[in-house]
């Protein structure tokens, strides 16, 4: 929830494993921290920590991870490749998106790694820009900047929802700004960029910066995919799914209580990452609440027809080199029932 283009990153980045630093977080309130009798278990995140992840911090500062008879370390990677890191057995578990996913199971040396639980089951993100630009659909993307980081992926988008409105993609000029703030970037060098609306789109509110969001499923339907989902190894499901279930069990016990205590999780949240600004970390995990679960089926929960949606819009826009063999890529088999 991060903005888009900071969590994108790893999915174009290929990384040399062998030479990656990680970075522990610390935590104020680990339950589990002490105890030696714990398996030792670590969560790569996509990113920096952010309220996307306070159903996981939430489970280890409750000592649902220990009740489990694990001790949980999250860390960051130095750079981004949470997928990368997983699959090489840095991680037992980590954080991805449906994208990354994708890319990975698909690409020329597939990573073998699969989706286990959608930590929210609707895409949250799309463009966003300041009122003054009447950027109000993707016919008004023409004669405008774009600021993203670079990748084929938001050029497909971009050109295809213009395309959808019948706009001219190459009167579209795109601007690599990388992983600076969205505010910052509209207010100095591009129109519109790519943004969470439970991270950038709350802050706005918290600022008042009026923008307008185009969220993206509403632009196209194939659009609603999984953002960010929980990874794991195949290895580590053919030979520790006792692992995988419990790891799961505790987590939805940590997201549960993120929906029904928002502002006792977001506290629980912010023990362990202090610097991070509390009023928005607050709005940020009320917005996030009210969005972990949106199917009956309950929380994690992930669907067939949305994998094979986005597959076949990447596909079908040259994003892929073949396509996505789904019924592997996910699996709700290891979900709490």
Known sequence: MIMKRKMITPIITTLLIASILFVSLPSCKNADANSE????????????????????????????????????????PSEGGSADLVA???????????????????????????????????????FASPVD?????PADFEGKKYGGWGSPMEEAMLKGLMGKYDADYSKL?????????????????????????GWDGIRSEIIEFPIDFMLLQDIEPALDFYTPVLVASENTIETDPDLIRSFLSA?????????????????IFLSDNSELDRDMIIASQAYLSKNYISYSEGWGVMKKDIWENFGSWMYGNDLLNRTLDVENAYTNEFLPE
């Open 37 to 76: 009798n714990l398996r030792k278990v670590t969560v790569v995140l996509d990113w920096v920590p952010n309220t996307n992840h306070t159903g996981i911090y939430v489970a280890r500062g409750k000592g649902y991870y220990a009740d489990e008879g694990m001790q949980v370390e999250i860390i960051q």
């Open 251 to 267: 987590t939805e016990k940590g997201y549960r209580f993120a929906i029904e205590n928002p502002g006792e999780a977001a506290d």
């Open 173 to 197: 000029e795109i601007v690599n700004i990388g992983a600076s703030d969205f505010f910052t970037s509209v207010e100095r060098d591009v129109d519109f960029a790519w943004i969470y609306y």
């Open 133 to 137: 630009r009447n950027i109000k659909t």
């Open 88 to 126: 090489a057995g840095k991680g037992e578990f980590g954080i991805s998106y449906q994208e990354q996913v994708t890319y990975a199971r698909t690409a020329e040396n597939p990573l073998p790694i699969v989706a286990i639980a959608a930590i929210i089951q609707h895409n949250t993100s799309g």
